[in-house]
């Protein structure tokens, strides 16, 4: 027995004791959570509160842990789709499932607009007449979203939409609700990184070659490094079709891969960099400058058009590294201190990131605010 402890003092040891056992916990979440599934996105920063000990004691008044769980479960704000991006379906588990995102009630049921904390409105989708718009006048707590995935050259200014939503989602780094395959910095080095066997020099899979969506530039430069250097084509451009489950393995195989934007713009830096640097392949980037590749991925994990004054000297350098496996090796050193994620391929999929990311964004933030004439800024 414990002599001449308190009441008080035994409470306090208690409180202590429950908050190590919570920071334990996390500590482990934290180290063993990432590794657990392939398609797991880095994790959100961690929100850190402060914690106030002697709030933190149990009292016999509080409710049960159960009880408290079941009440913010139904103080989850409503999340509304308002249409499926390209009738995209996906299971709303699949949020937690992959991104462990779960901090919303999430629904398709156009029955809840009265009750949507938020509406999800996704431009592609928007008739030029505004005729499915969500009706007005909407609640007034209600925050719309102006979802929207692809570059500015791909943007149908559709009249009418500049002033009414609160929030913006894109890949944009200035967007309020900003989605990007982040890299993630590797607490203790990983040395297991082994560069996958590779039976080709130079890939690239391409379905579109539409002139109307900007991939002129890319085109051009493609027709003259072809001149120079063997590009093996799979997709829609080469009569193929690459299965989702080939996606990873075809792209491993590589020991290039032309990561080529449909159009140039600032941040459009898309899935095409990600694929190549998580599987081990090193992407040749055409897009907005180095620099702004610069600001997520590390600067020696990729090749940039620019660094060459044509697409021969390119070309050059690329035969130059097959038959150079020391400095060929050296595009990976960032792999010891950085992880890449492979992201999620099936054709499906393609929006889950985007949607879950909304739900995550209006379960944290309340925020009164109004995204003023959507298009001077997107298009700026
Ligand atoms: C912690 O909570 C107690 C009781 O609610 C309060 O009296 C005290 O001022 C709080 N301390 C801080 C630092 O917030
Ligand atoms: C949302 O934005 C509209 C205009 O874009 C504004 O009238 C409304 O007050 C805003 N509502 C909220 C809840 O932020």
């Not at 704000?77 to 499926?84: D, F």
């Not at 200014?157 to 609160?166: D, Q, V, Y």
């Not at 900007?214 to 079709?241: C, D, P, Q, W």
């Not at 060459?308 to 201190?337: I, T």
Request: proline share 8%.
């Amino acid at each position: 027995m414990m002599p001449n402890v308190s009441r008080t003092q035994q409470l306090c040891l208690i409180g202590i004791c429950w908050l190590s056992g919570i920071a334990s916990c996390m500590l482990f979440l934290q180290y063993f959570t990432p590794k657990c599934s392939t398609y797991l996105i880095p994790p959100h920063k961690p929100e850190i509160k402060s914690v106030n000990i002697s709030n933190s004691i149990p009292k016999p008044e509080t409710p049960s842990k159960e009880e408290t769980k079941e009440e913010t479960k139904e103080e989850k704000p409503i999340l509304l789709l308002w249409v499926w991006p390209e009738n995209y379906r996906f299971d709303f588990s699949d949020c937690k499932k992959f991104y462990n995102i779960d901090g919303c009630h999430f629904t398709d049921d156009r029955k809840l607009y009265n009750q949507a904390d938020a509406v999800l409105i996704f431009h592609k989708a928007i008739r030029w007449d505004l005729s499915n718009l969500p009706p007005s006048p909407r609640p007034a707590f209600q925050r719309w979203i102006w979802f929207h995935v692809e570059s500015p050259t791909n943007t149908h200014k559709i009249p009418g939409l500049e002033n009414l939503f609160n929030l913006t989602l894109s890949y944009r780094r200035d967007a309020d609700i900003s989605v990007k395959y982040w890299l993630t910095v590797n607490k203790t080095p990983n040395t297991d990184f082994v560069i996958p066997k590779k039976d080709k020099l130079v890939c690239w899979f391409v379905s579109n070659n539409d002139p109307s969506t900007g991939v002129n530039t890319r085109m051009k430069y493609f027709n003259e490094l072809k001149k120079y250097i063997n590009v093996n084509i799979f997709g829609r451009m080469a009569g193929s079709h690459l299965k989702s489950e080939d996606y990873y393995p075809t792209l491993a195989s590589c020991k290039f891969y032309l990561s080529f934007e449909n159009s140039v713009h600032r941040d459009y830096i898309t899935e095409k960099v990600n694929g190549p640097l998580s599987v081990g392949t090193v992407p040749v980037v055409l897009g907005p400058p180095r620099q702004n590749y610069e600001d997520f991925f590390p600067p020696n994990s990729f090749i940039h058009i620019d660094d060459f004054p044509n697409p021969q000297a390119l070309a050059n350098r690329l035969l130059q590294l097959d038959k150079d496996d020391e400095a060929y090796r050296r595009f990976f050193d960032w792999k010891k201190h950085v992880t890449a994620t492979p992201h999620l391929v099936i054709q499906n999929q393609e929006f889950i990131i985007y949607i879950c990311h909304a739900c995550e964004y209006i379960g944290r933030h309340k925020e009164y605010k109004v995204a003023h004439d959507i298009y001077q800024w997107w298009f700026s």
